[in-house]
T-cell receptor, first 112, second 116 residues
């Protein structure tokens, strides 16, 4: 499994765009990049998944450069409720037998 | 929206006692997992379960732990003789048949286990 590196913490004001970058230098050809969000005392929640270029959904965007050695989760106009830990995971998606491996994640604090 | 349900939400037990944590995964899902998270630490993989057997387990999942899917809907984690260090949030998760390379894992709200 590819190792991932992300900042331990980030602070942002409400209404700002937040970009969290994850490094995954050893990503394999079959690996996808997936981001999860975890609020205190809750289970992780899937945010977005991608393989290359850009993916956007109603919650976030995911930017993946051509070399795929990093990815950036972009949260537009964050609010206080976006305060959470964000995890970047890398792995082959089409096998449920491969368990998700969580790192320490990035603790995002949104302040008014 | 479908969800993974875990019971109880909080369990307090004495050291050395057996506990069973229960999970009801999403009904048509195929892959089931248990994770734990010690307070302030990262989410750690314990075990994965597919086709009625364990498919992978971590070093944490020793002989004190066991999993079962007794009736096709429930998925349980048993800890035979709890230790203080077993105190943690335990999360159950499930994944359906991968579609379009999307293997979104659905996590339950967790069971907070406190061993005293």
């Amino acid at each position: 499994l590819a190792k991932t590196t992300q900042p331990i913490s980030m602070d942002s004001y409400e209404g700002q765009e937040v970009n969290i970058t994850c490094s995954h230098n050893n990503i394999a050809t079959n690996d996808y990049i997936t981001w999860y969000q975890q609020f205190p005392s809750q289970g992780p929640r899937f945010i977005i998944q991608g393989y290359k270029t850009k993916v956007t959904n109603e919650v976030a965007s995911l930017f993946i450069p051509a070399d795929r050695k990093s990815s950036t989760l972009s949260l537009p106009r964050v609010s206080l409720s976006d305060t959470a830990v964000y995890y970047c995971l890398v792995g082959a998606p089409n096998s449920g037998n491969t368990p998700l491996v969580f790192g320490k994640g990035t603790r995002l604090s949104v302040i008014a | 929206e479908p969800e993974v349900t875990q019971t109880p939400s909080h369990q307090v037990t004495q050291m050395g006692q057996e506990v069973i944590l229960r999970c009801v995964p999403i009904s048509n899902h195929l892959y089931f997992y248990w994770y734990r998270q010690i307070l302030g630490q990262k989410v750690e993989f314990l075990v994965s379960f597919y086709n009625n057997e364990i498919s992978e387990k971590s070093e944490i999942f020793d002989d004190q732990f066991s999993v079962e899917r007794p009736d096709g809907s429930n998925f349980t984690l048993k800890i035979r003789s709890t230790k203080l260090e077993d105190s943690a949030m335990y999360f159950c998760a499930s994944i359906g048949r991968p579609q379009n390379f999307n293997t979104e894992a659905f996590f339950g709200q967790g069971t907070r286990l406190t061993v005293v």
